[in-house]
Structures are given as structure tokens and as C-alpha cells.
């Protein structure tokens, strides 16, 4: 049976697995970190990543745990109203809406579905690889050496891998802004009805400020602004009411409601120079480690899901490094034009200038007043995406569809 070494338990990594253990591969999934930890963090998935999930078995599980978005509003700091969507139009026009869940939850599922295929076993942990012989298939271990027919290089945004791979590519570069993240019961903002608490984004001048509820009346709360890189304050959830507390309600009262000791703070980085492929010899890359990208279109780990679907689709398992440059082409151009387009709007968002925020608010508003569903439309080439069609399970349509 032909073997594959997975380089990161994340969800690229944990979906790269997957994929290829239902494609016949024996698979081991290597994680650094010495035990699976919560990440305090939430996720939003896609109509594309559902259905790319969908071919791993596993979208009806996502949907089933997961709290579907419904309207969206894009809204100024002030409160004022911008542009929005709604996710019956989402269902109507991709089959799907947009779902959103614990980052954790997803890692779980995953991790879940690996253990079922292939025992718990496939997933080691506190597993550190030193060095990748792409070449010859080697992943080299503080435990050992392990040979490989393929190597999925899955080991994230600063991804050692990729520089082994492509040494003289410059890899992700600061994006200007800073990201916090944080998880906050919504029983401890006291406002009562969920639906004081709307999904929204909200964009200022240079920040953004988002909310999303999730099951379980959790709300996840992200928020950028530009800040210089490697940044950190004494009480986050202080700096944030300094740069958030003026912004329309309930955006202070759930910042008032956070755990300063669980909030997340971390730079930003893209891939502005494209890497030439996503493979060398035997080794594979997914996911951020390929196509880091800004979250402004909320796509960086629904692209992790569509590279692991293609590839376990492409990757030949009756010859070492078979598929791989059909791998690479099925991939660069679609990440490659994602990746500028979120950076396009991480540009937008981090606009200071008060004219020049003025402009960009204006122009969003009219536009959405001539076209109230814009910001569908826009997502058209991303969330139109569906996986090759014989690595779709055999089964009919989804409820009905």
C-alpha cells in the first residue's frame, strides 16, 4: 500500500489525510504540538468548502453542528448600514449558505473521521520534523525517519517545508494589519434575545470589526486594524475598547464581556508573490503553506479543504510523485487569484485617510442600493467551485437538491 507522511494536524493537514485515506493510502498525520488544544477561535465555512467536504463524507456533519450564518450586514462604524446578504439567497444561488463553527469542532471532525479509517494511530503527536528529503520521500523526526511515496507539507503559514522546497521564493509578507480574536457566551453580555447580536462586519478607518454567533449562543468576535508587526499590549481587551469602544452597539458592550486572559492577538501575513508550483518530487503543499492569504474573504481555510480534496483526487498512489503537477496546476491559478483578491480588500479595509473612507463607503453603499445583492455577486467565482466530480461519494442529491 502506498504510504503518506502529513506534515501538521491543522485542517488542511487533518483533510489532506482524510482524502487520502479514502483513496487507499496509508496515511500518518504528524502534529508538533504535544496534545490536541482548543483553539479559542471560530470558523466560517463556506458553500465551497461544504461541498469539498461534502466528497470527504463529512458536510452533513459540518452542517449538522454547525449554526448557519443568516443575513449578513456590511456596516459602518457608526452603525449605518452599507450593504448585505442574506442566506436564503446564498442557499438559492450555491446550493449551500455559509456555516460557521469552533475552529475546534471542525479539528475534532476531522480527527474523528481519520481515527475511523484508520485507527488513532494515524495522527502522532508532539511529532517535530527537522528536515524533508523531497526527493527521496523522507521526513526526518526526532523519534526517526519516516519514507513516504508522498510528503503533504500542511506545516502552515511560515511552513518549513516550503522554504526547503522553494529557498528562494520570499515567502508570506506582513499585510499591514493586526487580527484579534476572542469567544464570549453570550449570556455574559446581557442582552438578552440572540438577535441583538446580528452577524455583521462593521469597517472604520484602517479596522474592522466582526461578529459572528455561533451554536451554543457563543459569539466570536474578530477585529484588525493597522499596527505595527509583533505588537502586543498588557490587557488586549483594553486595547481593543481603545480602538473599538466608540464603534455602534453591541460591538463595546460584547468587548466589556470578553476574557482578556483568552483573547487572540497575531500579524497578518499573505502570499503576494505566487509560489511557481505546489510541489517538488514527492512532496505536496496545502493550505497556508502554500497560498497564505489575508481572511478578508473568509476563504483560508476553505481553500485548505479544496487543495486536500483535489489531491487526494490527482495523487497517484502506483507511482511515487504521480499527479503531483496536475495537482500543482488544478491549484495555482484559483488560490493564486483568491489570494490577490482578499489582499485587494485587506488594502480596502486599512484605508485611514477620511476622504478616502468616505469614498470607499460611498461607493459600497451605492452600489449595494443599485445592486442589493452584491455582495453574492462577488463571491460568484469563489463559491461556485465544486470538486472533481469522481471524488464525490455516490449518493443523491442533499435534501432534496
Known amino acids: 500500500m502506498a504510504r503518506a507522511v502529513v506534515i501538521g494536524g491543522g485542517v488542511g493537514g487533518l483533510s489532506a489525510g482524510v482524502a487520502l485515506l479514502r483513496k487507499g493510502w496509508d496515511v500518518t498525520v504528524l502534529e508538533r504540538a504535544p496534545a490536541v488544544e482548543p483553539v479559542g477561535s471560530g470558523l466560517a465555512i463556506a458553500a465551497n468548502a461544504l461541498k469539498a467536504l461534502d466528497a470527504l463524507g463529512l458536510g452533513d456533519r459540518v452542517r449538522a453542528l454547525a449554526h448557519a450564518e443568516g443575513p449578513m450586514a456590511l456596516r459602518r462604524a457608526d452603525g449605518r448600514l452599507l450593504t448585505?446578504?442574506?442566506e436564503e439567497a446564498a442557499d438559492s444561488a450555491y446550493g449551500d449558505s455559509v456555516v460557521v463553527m469552533l475552529r475546534a469542532t471542525l479539528l475534532d471532525i476531522l480527527a474523528d473521521a481519520l481515527a475511523a479509517a484508520s485507527g488513532p494511530g494515524?495522527?502522532?503527536l508532539d511529532a517535530t520534523v527537522t528536515e524533508v528529503d523531497a526527493e527521496r520521500g523522507v521526513v526526518r523526526t526526532a523519534a526517526g525517519d519516516l519514507e513516504a511515496d508522498l510528503v503533504v507539507a500542511a506545516d502552515g503559514i511560515h511552513s518549513l517545508t516550503r522554504r526547503a522546497l522553494f529557498p528562494g521564493h520570499p515567502g508570506p509578507?506582513?499585510?499591514?494589519?493586526?487580527?484579534?480574536r476572542a469567544l464570549v457566551?453570550?449570556?455574559d453580555v446581557?442582552?438578552?434575545d440572540p438577535s441583538r447580536v446580528p452577524r455583521s462586519e462593521s469597517w472604520g478607518r484602517g479596522a474592522v470589526f466582526g461578529i459572528q454567533l455561533l451554536a451554543g449562543d457563543v459569539v466570536y468576535l474578530y477585529a484588525t486594524d493597522v499596527a505595527p508587526p509583533g505588537g502586543a499590549a498588557a490587557d488586549e481587551r483594553e486595547e481593543l475598547l481603545r480602538r473599538f469602544g466608540g464603534w455602534h452597539e453591541p460591538i463595546p458592550a460584547l468587548l466589556r464581556a470578553a476574557d482578556p486572559a483568552r483573547i487572540i492577538r497575531g500579524d497578518i501575513?499573505?502570499?503576494t508573490t505566487p509560489l511557481p508550483a505546489y510541489h517538488r518530487d514527492k512532496v505536496a503543499l496545502v493550505g497556508d503553506a502554500a497560498h497564505a492569504m489575508t481572511p478578508n474573504l473568509g476563504q483560508g481555510a476553505c481553500q485548505a479543504i479544496e487543495d486536500a480534496v483535489v489531491l487526494g483526487h490527482l495523487a497517484d498512489p502506483s507511482r511515487p510523485g504521480g499527479g503531483l503537477a496536475a495537482y500543482s496546476a488544478a491549484r495555482t491559478e484559483r488560490t493564486t487569484r483568491i489570494v490577490r483578491r482578499s489582499m485587494t480588500l485587506c488594502r480596502m479595509s486599512r484605508l485611514r485617510n477620511p476622504v478616502a473612507v468616505w469614498l470607499r463607503d460611498s461607493a459600497v453603499a451605492a452600489v449595494g442600493r443599485l445592486s442589493p445583492d452584491l455582495m453574492?455577486?462577488?463571491?460568484d467565482e469563489v463559491l461556485r467551485w465544486r470538486p472533481p466530480a469522481e471524488a464525490v461519494p455516490s449518493r443523491g442529491p442533499r435534501d432534496g437538491r
Open 190 to 192: 446581557r442582552l438578552g
Open 173 to 180: 509578507v506582513y499585510a499591514g494589519v493586526t487580527v484579534w
Open 269 to 271: 501575513y499573505s502570499h
Open 185 to 187: 457566551p453570550l449570556e
Open 84 to 86: 448585505g446578504t442574506t
Open 376 to 379: 453574492l455577486r462577488s463571491m
Open 122 to 124: 494515524c495522527l502522532r
